[in-house]
């Protein structure tokens, strides 16, 4: 019985009713000392649930990759194979079920996450026969490529009637993103309460109570050790405990404390592996009878577990260190596994030792193979603090420093490449490389190329120069790319950039259309091509580059890549009208940048969205969305509903600040907005001077809306009709209907302005039609305003709205999905989700449609209406 967890218990009883009545989903983790009772409260919610899978980290086995995933999973793994392909090879390789591999290689899987997803699925599938409830004690010990496909799978959980349960200390598995429930120590009540059974003498009873604190477990052991003499001096709870386990260890027999620490120093729980080393020593199973009766540790099967963590470190820390080390090098030798080997050479090493520390990195290689950059890492840290030679240490903390920062560690990366630097590592360029990485995530961006650009060196160099160069565009240091142009002449793409940074589009930009078209023929990089497209303006080749790249990634898992492609995908879909479609895929993009490890993008991927608040005219929203966005990007889109507002001032002078800081070559469009802003203000010559800067672009692209959008300022400034019409035949060929409609806005104005009223009503319903539709609010009132002036009487009849926006972004991206007639499962694999979530979104997308079916999806115009 549990003694204070009312509420606690309450609230993992409605997750698990949750699963088992209404098939909702939910994850939770319990944090909180040793010994507070996270365990106790785990079984509790266990007993309540019909099928229980169970995973306990071990502090031994965290290194070891897919460990947990194996405890978790292995009485399930013939269910592997009738996972999707891809899932099935990555999970069926962590278990060790794949043919020809080994537990923990995932040679066969496809990205860092294709695990997780395969957990998801795999546990959707076992709910589908009644909920499922996943039990994780000690967490913060599980190994990280365990934690990456839980918790991966956690954060995607919604009706499947999966509860997943997390029990660590505070001191470990960090950032998870799930809810947290911490206990907290019993209050005196519950603490006496907990003890009334046992028969302690008062002044034992309220020294336990004293000692304990509060903390559950410690009050049963004290309880226990209740004879011991009064402490002298004050020691923390877990350490009461921890001398409390140890005591009664020191009474077993010496060949049970020897069972004890060679189960301890194993660590997996292996009866194989322990009995095989025990042998050496002259004992067995039978000298662990006393432990088992003392509830010390219990055997099942082909296991041996301890009742709880502080038991095995009591037994493990208990013993000589001399002791400890026999143990380790029997463990070792008797090990049929060589990374299992390598860890224990390395735990029975006392003194640096190359030999060892060489065991320790190819076990890294493999793991990086095999796992991931994370396990890896952490294998070449200990394989360097056990390397005698320095300039090998070095080398070796470096290869951890890049491993980290690929793992998505980046405090940890740049901490590993500050110490390999002080011992002198020969890659500089590579320490280099991470301490820029890291500046570029969570420093100054500026900084971060100019140390890409000045320390490229090696076998990387042409990589770093590049990386530098895109670091300078996207954050302004112009002088960075330059420069990187300098030092890479041959390069085309860095080289372009680098004119189009000196402000000279006319041979600058048919560098990167090259790129593009080259991507577009399949002999290109499509990543790189997506986003020359963007920056080039070439709509139709953005979105054809980026859905490429979304759909390789989604396909092979590799999640790594996705938030990038998928920031590109948004701005060239806010471009083309598409403004539900850039919500759902930016919401996507936040999500993976918090799975890969970099939660710090979500502030600069929402800023992307600043753009649809200032066309809708949304002030609130907009400062909401920029408040930590770049300047460039923060200061267009403000401008820009200034310009919708009709404050002209303030977006001539925010504008006039753009084009002159070091952001002006990212955001072309905004000398357009310039040019109207300053013709409303009266500035005559900065208008004159913005047209003149974006003409020799739009001349310089060649493409029909931005030469359209020039003609429309040419019109502006002149106050001619001839370039109004051309620009709205123009129009005719692009794909950016928030552009044509401000022609047509402008060009309305013209013509009423002139007294050709009747004609003026034609461009400004179509107007009023597209800004409707995009929801630009402040242009649909200027638009109808117009309108009302020529004489059309009330405001024209509203559009009927579009059904889309009714649908969140996950429901979005589903529905459109299963209306191209793909399945739900393989939806699921497209979108990270399980089948069943999948299901659940439709579900609740069918009502806000208007239908009752998938089929009668087809009959729905899902796609945007053309302007």
Known sequence: MLYGRND??????????????????????????????????????????????????????????????????????????????????????????????????????????????????????????????????????????????????????????????????????????????????????????????????????????????????????????????????????????????????????????????????????????????????????????????????????????????LIRAAAYQGATAARRVAVHRALAESADDVDCRARHRASAALAPDEDVAADLQEAAERARVRAGHGPAASLYRQAADLTPDGATRAARLAAAASLTLQAGRLDEAEDLAVLAGKLGAADRAGLARVHAAVEYERGDPRTAARMMVDRAAGPERAAMLRTGAVYGWTSGELPAVLRASELLPDDRTVRGLALLADGDPARGLPLLAEQVTAARDGAGDRLRGAQLALITGADAAALELSAAEVAHCRRHGLLGELPTILQVRAQTLIAAGRHADAEATVAEAIALARDTGRPHRESHLAAFLARVAAIEGDESRLRELTASAPPGLADGALALLD??????????????????????????????????????????????????????????????????????????????????????????????????????????????????????????????????????????????????????????????????????????QVVRLAASGTSSREIAAQLFLSPRTVEYHLYKAYPKLGISSRKELSHLTLEPASP
């Open 643 to 812: 310009l919708g507002l009709g404050r002209y001032d303030d977006a001539t002078r925010r504008l006039e600040e753009l084009a002159h800081g070091p952001d002006r070559h990212g955001d072309v469009v905004s000398a357009a907005d310039q040019v109207e802003a300053a013709v409303r203000s009266g500035e005559a010559p900065l208008a004159h001077a913005a047209f003149t800067r974006f003409r020799s672009w739009a001349e310089a692209s060649k493409q029909p809306w931005a030469q359209a959008v020039a003609l429309r300022c040419e019109a502006l400034l002149a106050d001619r009709e001839e370039p109004y019409l051309q620009a709205l035949r123009l129009h005719e060929q692009s794909s950016r209907p928030f552009e044509r409609a401000r022609t047509e806005l402008l060009y309305g104005e013209y013509l009423r302005r002139a007294r050709r009223r009747s004609d003026a009503r034609v461009p400004l319903r179509s107007a009023a039609s597209i800004f409707e539709r995009l929801r630009a609010t402040p242009w649909l009132d200027r638009a109808r305003a117009e309108l009302r002036a020529t004489g059309e009487s009330g405001s024209s009849a509203p559009t009927a709205p579009d059904l889309l926006d009714r649908l969140t972004p996950q429901e979005l």
């Open 8 to 309: 606690e218990q309450a609230r993992l009883t409605s997750l698990v009713d949750g699963a088992r009545d209404h098939r909702r989903s939910g994850a939770l983790v319990l944090r909180g000392e040793a010994g507070i009772g996270k365990s106790a409260l785990l079984a509790e919610a266990a007993a309540g649930a019909a099928r229980v899978l169970r995973a306990t980290g071990v502090e031994a086995e965290s290194g070891i990759a897919f460990a947990g995933l194996n405890q978790l999973l292995w009485p399930f793994r013939d269910r592997v194979d009738g996972l999707p392909r891809a899932q099935s090879a990555a999970l069926g390789s962590a278990l060790g079920s794949a043919p020809g591999s080994a537990p923990g290689d995932t040679s066969a899987g496809q990205g860092r996450f294709a695990t997780g997803l395969a957990v998801l699925t795999l546990l959707a599938d076992l709910a589908e026969d009644g909920p499922v409830l996943c039990v994780v004690d000690d967490a913060h010990w599980v190994d990280t490529a365990t934690v990456d496909a839980l918790l991966f799978a956690a954060r995607r959980l919604a009706a499947e009637g999966v509860v997943m349960l997390f029990a660590a200390r505070d001191d470990g598995f960090a950032g998870t993103g799930l809810p947290e429930l911490r206990l907290d120590r019993l209050c005196r009540a519950d603490a006496e309460r907990l003890l009334a059974a046992r028969d302690l003498a008062p002044l034992v009873r309220e020294r336990v109570l004293r000692e304990a604190a509060g903390n559950p477990l410690a009050l049963q052991e004290l309880a226990t050790a209740g004879e011991r003499p009064p402490e002298t001096t004050p020691l923390p709870v877990a350490d009461r405990v921890l001398g409390s386990f140890q005591a009664q260890i020191a009474r077993l027999p010496e060949k049970a404390r020897l069972m004890l620490l060679i189960a301890a120093a194993e660590g997996r729980g292996y009866m194989a592996s322990l009995l095989a080393a025990a042998g050496t020593f002259g004992v067995g199973l039978a000298d662990l009878e006393g432990a088992e009766r003392a509830r010390l540790v219990a055997v099942t099967g082909r296991s041996i577990t301890f009742r709880h963590p």
